[in-house]
C-alpha cells in the first residue's frame, strides 16, 4: 500500500471553509457577542429583546449582585418571552467545599439559577454565571437551559462562605425564544456594575 506524504494543505482539505481566517481553510470561532447591559442604577430587572434567530444556542455570561441584606447570596429568576405563567422547571446542586445541598421543582413561572447573584451582605462581592441556552429557534421541542455560578466571600458573611452551583431548567413551550428577562428570585434590585452579556452560538 502506497503512503502519501501528508502537507498543510492535505490535512486542512477536509476541513470546512471560512474566508474570515487568514489562511482561508480553518473554522474559526464562531460566537458572538449580541448584546451587553451594565446596569447604572438599582432597577428590578434586567431584559433582552428582538433575540436574532440566526444562532444554534444562546449564552449568557454575568457578575451580578442584589441588595438582598439578610444573605449573602441570591439567584436569578429567567423567563422567556414574557411568559410569567407556571411553565418553567429546574433542579440544581449547590456545594461549598465541605458539604452539598441540592434541591428542583416543576410548574414554577420561572427558571432557578442557583448561586448566580451575591448580595450587598457581602459588599463588592459579585456573583459570576455562565449560562447556556439551548437550541432556542427550534419549535419542536421545549427550550433547556444549562448553567454554572459562583461566588467566593473571601470569608464568611451571615454564614456564608463561597459556593458553586450547577443548575439546569426547562421552558415547557415550543416557541423560538426572541426574548428573555432576569429578575432577584427573592424580587430585590439588581445593583449598579452588575453586567450581562448575551452571546449567539452558530
Same mark, same amino acid.
Given at each position: 500500500? !502506497?503512503?502519501?506524504?501528508?502537507?498543510?494543505?492535505?490535512?486542512?482539505?477536509?476541513?470546512?471553509?471560512?474566508?474570515?481566517?487568514?489562511?482561508?481553510?480553518?473554522?474559526?470561532?464562531?460566537?458572538?457577542?449580541? %448584546? /451587553?447591559?451594565?446596569?447604572?442604577?438599582?432597577? %428590578?430587572?434586567?431584559?433582552?429583546?428582538? &433575540?436574532?434567530?440566526?444562532?444554534?444556542?444562546?449564552? &449568557?455570561? /454575568?457578575?451580578?449582585?442584589?441588595?438582598?441584606?439578610?444573605?449573602?447570596?441570591?439567584?436569578? !429568576?429567567?423567563?422567556?418571552?414574557?411568559?410569567?405563567?407556571?411553565?418553567?422547571?429546574?433542579?440544581?446542586?449547590?456545594?461549598?467545599?465541605?458539604?452539598?445541598?441540592?434541591?428542583?421543582?416543576?410548574?414554577?413561572?420561572?427558571?432557578?439559577?442557583?448561586?448566580?447573584?451575591?448580595?450587598?451582605?457581602?459588599? /463588592?462581592?459579585?456573583?459570576?454565571?455562565?449560562?447556556?441556552?439551548?437550541?432556542?429557534?427550534?419549535?419542536?421541542?421545549?427550550? &433547556?437551559?444549562?448553567?454554572?455560578?459562583?461566588?467566593?466571600?473571601?470569608?464568611?458573611?451571615?454564614?456564608?462562605?463561597?459556593?458553586?452551583?450547577?443548575?439546569?431548567?426547562?421552558?415547557?413551550?415550543?416557541?423560538?425564544?426572541?426574548?428573555?428577562?432576569?429578575?432577584?428570585?427573592?424580587?430585590?434590585? &439588581?445593583?449598579?456594575?452588575?453586567?450581562?452579556?448575551?452571546?449567539?452560538?452558530?
Amino acid at each position: 500500500m !502506497a503512503v502519501s506524504r501528508l502537507t498543510q494543505t492535505t490535512l486542512q482539505n477536509g476541513f470546512e471553509k471560512y474566508n474570515q481566517l487568514w489562511d482561508g481553510r480553518s473554522a474559526v470561532g464562531s460566537m458572538e457577542a449580541i %448584546s /451587553s447591559i451594565t446596569v447604572a442604577s438599582a432597577q %428590578s430587572s434586567v431584559q433582552f429583546n428582538n &433575540i436574532p434567530q440566526t444562532y444554534s444556542h444562546l449564552q &449568557i455570561r /454575568s457578575i451580578g449582585t442584589t441588595d438582598r441584606s439578610t444573605y449573602a447570596l441570591d439567584q436569578f !429568576a429567567l423567563r422567556f418571552n414574557g411568559d410569567s405563567g407556571n411553565n418553567y422547571s429546574f433542579h440544581y446542586l449547590r456545594g461549598n467545599g465541605s458539604s452539598a445541598v441540592s434541591s428542583g421543582g416543576a410548574g414554577y413561572s420561572y427558571i432557578y439559577i442557583e448561586s448566580s447573584f451575591s448580595s450587598t451582605a457581602g459588599a /463588592s462581592i459579585f456573583a459570576a454565571s455562565i449560562i447556556d441556552i439551548l437550541d432556542y429557534t427550534n419549535t419542536n421541542k421545549n427550550t &433547556i437551559v444549562r448553567a454554572l455560578s459562583g461566588l467566593d466571600v473571601n470569608g464568611t458573611i451571615n454564614a456564608v462562605g463561597g459556593f458553586l452551583a450547577l443548575s439546569s431548567g426547562a421552558w415547557l413551550n415550543t416557541a423560538a425564544v426572541t426574548s428573555l428577562s432576569i429578575k432577584s428570585n427573592y424580587d430585590q434590585q &439588581i445593583q449598579p456594575y452588575s453586567t450581562f452579556t448575551l452571546y449567539g452560538i452558530k
